[in-house]
């Protein structure tokens, strides 16, 4: 079993910053790709950044610039930078392994105005 670990949400004013920890434990033998989502009030789940087992990166274009994603072994970061309200969501962990996603239980993220 694969459990996914998420902190280092919360309430940020416009312009700050926040650092999200995703930290995956159980059965893994491997380093797999591993990305971040977020879903807002109302709005579907959508991909913020991800990382594959290579340490390659791609991101939304919403973000590219401001959010950068990184990781050591099965725990993955983001640093957002430079927050705005539209930014405000759940966020979500995504590991993959072979045919199965495992997620986390997310962490929320508040930009106020």
């Known amino acids: 079993q694969v459990k996914l670990v998420e902190s280092g949400g919360g309430l940020v004013q416009t312009g700050g910053s926040l650092r999200l920890s995703c930290a995956a434990s159980?059965?893994?033998?491997?380093?797999?790709?591993m990305g971040w989502y977020r879903q807002a009030p109302g709005a579907q789940r959508e991909l913020v950044a991800r990382i594959s087992s290579a340490g390659a990166t791609n991101c939304a274009d919403s973000v590219k610039g401001r959010f950068t994603i990184s990781r050591d072994q099965n725990t993955v970061y983001l640093q957002m930078n430079n927050l705005k309200p539209e930014d405000t969501a759940v966020y979500y962990c995504?590991?993959?392994?072979?045919?199965?996603?495992?997620w986390g239980q997310g962490t929320q993220v508040t930009v106020s105005s």
């Open positions: 159980g059965y893994i033998f491997t380093i797999n790709p």
């Open positions: 995504k590991l993959d392994w072979g045919r199965n996603q495992y």
